[in-house]
């Protein structure tokens, strides 16, 4: 694991802290000259609203120092997460969830206490938000919700989604293989390209599969010369050494630092949106920050310090893709009623039904221009059990009919009747 890990999680971080951008649609490539930016648009929020921005932070928190832990234990890569994204997909899952199953959901990310018409409205109008402040910046947020076209989706749940998270609905056949290739066509359609797999395939059981999607490319306030960048050494995690293309820029950025962090933030176009690095001072190991970063109020008060300050910065290029599924982190963080036969998602449908799985794919890279970031998360959900059949009573106890035909054509061979015995 390497201190680069924690500007990719500050990306989309950053963007729950501070007005976005952009144009709806990723593959726009109109570009706005940089002195003619206007000034980034303030979200305003309200009260309750400022307090769901903090549970928004608290999860993503929780979220990344969950899966920083099971990646410590695995390969320790390199690796990406998107909070919102993550967050996004479960509420809007959780808007056809009931009674235990949902309070575990909502708890997990921290918005429990809250009504569900509520964070529904807030998700609305954070991402309405995030979509028009910097036309430099381009960023899509899409979702999208899968429906076994076979069994009855309860229309408020459908409703929920589309007013609120301007979800596409689509039935499909999920016996079908062709289905595999419409659901990933629709993330890599809505990551520019990016993400092309999400899936490997759909079973006939499945109930839906609901989507969000992000994609994010921003260039630079102060951009890297070119010419600056050259190899130099990184020292990996693990003690060893490796050249890398170190970029470099001496500027005025806002910074801070702590007995844990250095914390640089690095603005795109009209500044509405920045990366955000937080590199641990010498002897601090990256488990032991991650812990920190996750304390309480910790992050709003390192935030609260930055000051602009001319920094001598280097900074590597780099390219990271990854791809986690998450029911045991989310297990962990207190949803794992949801992945159990005991979960209920009563209101999607009359079906018995549990999440089987949920997955994040994510991508990013940076040079001297800037970040080309996106990640889907998707949640699938499956039917646990049928419907009983219907209890029908043949009790031949009287007279009756036969007859014996020939399927394809009903041509009938035989007729009789029974009317006694002796």
Wanted: hydrophobic content about 40%.
């Amino acid at each position: 694991m390497k201190p680069a890990c924690f500007t990719l999680f500050s990306l989309f971080i950053a963007g729950m802290l501070l007005a976005v951008s952009c144009d709806k649609s990723p593959v726009h490539d109109e570009e706005v000259p940089m002195g003619e930016l206007p000034d980034p648009i303030r979200i305003e929020l309200r009260s309750e609203e400022k307090k769901m921005i903090g549970s928004d932070q608290a999860f993503a928190f929780e979220f990344f120092e969950n899966v920083y832990r099971e990646e410590a234990e695995d390969e320790d890569a390199n690796f990406m997460v998107s909070p919102l994204s993550l967050s996004m997909a479960l509420m809007m899952t959780s808007n056809g969830a009931a009674g235990e199953t949902k309070l575990a959901m909502r708890t997990t990310l921290h918005l429990d206490g809250y009504g569900d018409e509520e964070v529904n409205a807030y998700y609305k109008k954070l991402k309405e938000a995030l979509l028009k402040t910097d036309p430099s910046t381009k960023l899509s947020i899409a979702n999208a919700i899968f429906t076994n076209q076979l069994v009855n989706i309860h229309e408020a749940f459908i409703q929920t989604n589309q007013s609120y998270f301007d979800a596409t609905i689509q039935k499909v056949n999920f016996g079908d293989p062709a289905t595999v290739g419409i659901i990933n066509g629709w993330a890599s359609e809505h990551t520019n390209g990016l993400i092309k797999k999400v899936i490997e395939r759909t079973q006939s059981l499945d109930l839906m599969y609901l989507l969000n999607a992000i994609y994010f490319k921003g260039i630079w306030t102060t951009q890297f010369d070119k010419k600056n960048t050259s190899r130099k050494p990184f020292t990996n995690l693990d003690g060893g050494r490796a050249n890398v293309d170190m970029m470099h820029q001496t500027a005025n950025f806002n910074y801070t630092e702590d007995r844990t962090f250095q914390l640089i933030q690095l603005p795109y176009g009209n500044q509405a949106f920045s990366m955000m690095v937080l590199l641990p001072l010498e002897g601090i190991s990256l488990g032991e920050a991650v812990t920190v970063l996750n304390g309480d109020g910790y992050w709003g008060g390192l935030q609260s310090r930055l000051s602009d300050t001319e920094v001598v910065l280097s900074l590597p290029k780099f390219k990271t893709e990854y791809s986690k599924k998450l029911n045991d982190v989310l297990t962990t963080m207190g949803m794992g009623v949801a992945f159990s036969n005991m979960a209920d998602f009563s209101g999607m449908s009359d079906y018995s039904a549990k999440i089987s799985f949920v997955k994040q794919d994510t991508y990013i890279s940076t040079d001297e221009e800037g970040t080309e970031a996106a990640a889907v998360t998707t949640v699938g959900v499956e039917v646990t059990a049928l419907p009983s059949p219907r209890k029908v009573i043949f009790n031949a106890n009287r007279p009756f009919l036969y007859l014996i035909q020939e399927n394809s054509t009903g041509a009938i061979l035989f007729m009789g009747a029974v009317k006694h015995f002796k």
